[in-house]
C-alpha cells in the first residue's frame, strides 16, 4: 500500500504537539522525508503563482524506474508538469540542526556559507536524468533547514553575476526552469527559464 502524505497531514496536524512529537518520531525515514516534501511542494505551489491544482499533486518513489521520475507531477492549468525538489542547506548545519532536535534542543547555531551550498545542488541536479515522459520539468530549490533563508541582497548580486551560465547550464539539463524558493518566507526568490 502507497503511503500518502496528503492523507496522513490530515489526521496529523489535528494532533496535539506532544502527540505529534511521538508520531513523528515514530514515522519511517523515508515518510519524513515525503511528508516534508510534499509540504514544501505545497507551500511552493500557492507562492509560485502557476496555476497548480493541489488535488493532483502526486509524490514519486525515486526507486520506481531508471531514470527515476521526478519528486512530484501534478496539473499546471490542467496539464502534467514534473517537478523535482533539492535543499539548499549547509551540511554542517544541517546536522547540528539533526542533533539539536534527537536532543530535544531547540536551539543550534553555525557557520552558514550560502554560495557553495546552491551551486553544489544545482549542478548535482542538473547532472541527473530523469523519466518525465516529455512534460515540463522544473527544479525547485529551496532554502529549509534551521531556517537559512538566504541573504538576498547578496544572493540577487550573485545571481545577476552569474546569470548567463545557469541559464546555459539549464539549457544542458532536462529542466525547463529552475525556482529559488524561501520555504520560511513561503515565497519565491528567483526564477530562471532556459
Known amino acids: 500500500m502507497k503511503w500518502e502524505p496528503a492523507a496522513f497531514s490530515g489526521w496529523y496536524e489535528d494532533l496535539p504537539p506532544w502527540k505529534r512529537r511521538r508520531v513523528w518520531n515514530g514515522l519511517k525515514r523515508q515518510h519524513q522525508k515525503l511528508y516534508i516534501e510534499w509540504k514544501t511542494f505545497r507551500a511552493f505551489a500557492l507562492a509560485s503563482g502557476l496555476d497548480i491544482d493541489p488535488r493532483s499533486i502526486d509524490m514519486y518513489d525515486p526507486n520506481a524506474v531508471n531514470p527515476p521520475l521526478p519528486d512530484v507531477g501534478c496539473l499546471v492549468s490542467g496539464c502534467p508538469e514534473y517537478f523535482e525538489l533539492g535543499e539548499v542547506t549547509e551540511e554542517k548545519l544541517a546536522r547540528a540542526a539533526s542533533i539539536a532536535m534527537k536532543n530535544?534542543?531547540?536551539?543550534?547555531?553555525?557557520?552558514?556559507?550560502?554560495?557553495?551550498p546552491l551551486v553544489q545542488i544545482f549542478l548535482k541536479k542538473c547532472r541527473n536524468r530523469y523519466t518525465t515522459n516529455g512534460y515540463p520539468f522544473h527544479l525547485v530549490l529551496h532554502f529549509a533547514v534551521g531556517r537559512q533563508s538566504p541573504i538576498e541582497?547578496?544572493?540577487?548580486?550573485?545571481?545577476?553575476?552569474?546569470?548567463?551560465?545557469?541559464?546555459e547550464r539549464i539549457r544542458c539539463s532536462?529542466?525547463?526552469?529552475?525556482?529559488?524558493?524561501?520555504?520560511?518566507?513561503?515565497?519565491?526568490?528567483?526564477?530562471?527559464?532556459?
Do not use: A, H, M, N
Not at 543550534?108 to 556559507?113: A, L, N
Open 104 to 116: 530535544g534542543k531547540g536551539v543550534y547555531g553555525g557557520v552558514v556559507s550560502q554560495r557553495l
Open 153 to 167: 541582497p547578496q544572493l540577487i548580486d550573485d545571481l545577476s553575476k552569474w546569470r548567463d551560465r545557469l541559464v
Open 174 to 194: 532536462p529542466f525547463t526552469c529552475v525556482w529559488l524558493y524561501d520555504d520560511w518566507e513561503k515565497r519565491v526568490l528567483v526564477r530562471l527559464e532556459r
